[in-house]
């Protein structure tokens, strides 16, 4: 078994595989995510990528999919069931595939940059104002 730490996050994330070990899969499904890798017993708890890939997938590919119907449209003035067999289609294959490997990338990089919630700083001890002079 080949150490994570001697892969990429690159590399693991888009194989959607453990980021610890590079063995075990992420996944039960198309994405969501197990409990545990099988292989080392990582506990995916501690991944939360939310909507990120989901958003940065739209964001990328909606506008040149937009585009391109705005093209069609413009350019040959289709039935509305042209765009429907057409331009549908290629939004969907432009982001569905791409949506689980983005997901295990946020997920490793979650692990490799531990990662966390976010926490306010806790003050620190009131001084009493008297300084020690040598």
């Not at 331009?87 to 966390?116: D, E, H, M, W």
Request: aromatic content about 10%; hydrophobic content about 45%; proline content about 9%.
């Amino acid at each position: 078994m080949q150490s994570a730490t001697n892969q990429s996050m690159l590399s693991v994330g888009l194989r959607c595989r453990c980021p610890r070990c590079g063995e075990g899969q992420l996944f039960d499904g198309f994405i969501t995510l197990k409990p545990r890798c099988e292989a080392c017993g990582l506990d995916y708890r501690f991944a939360d990528p939310a909507d990120g890939p989901a958003f940065f997938i739209m964001m990328t590919m909606a506008f040149p999919v937009t585009a391109f119907g705005i093209w069609l449209e413009l350019a040959y003035d289709p039935p509305l069931w042209i765009h429907a067999v057409v331009t549908l289609p290629l939004l969907l294959l432009a982001c569905v595939p791409v949506i689980r490997p983005l997901k295990g990338l946020f997920i490793a990089s979650q692990y490799i940059n531990k990662a966390g919630e976010g926490r306010l700083a806790t003050p620190a001890a009131p001084s009493t104002g008297h300084t020690t002079k040598n």
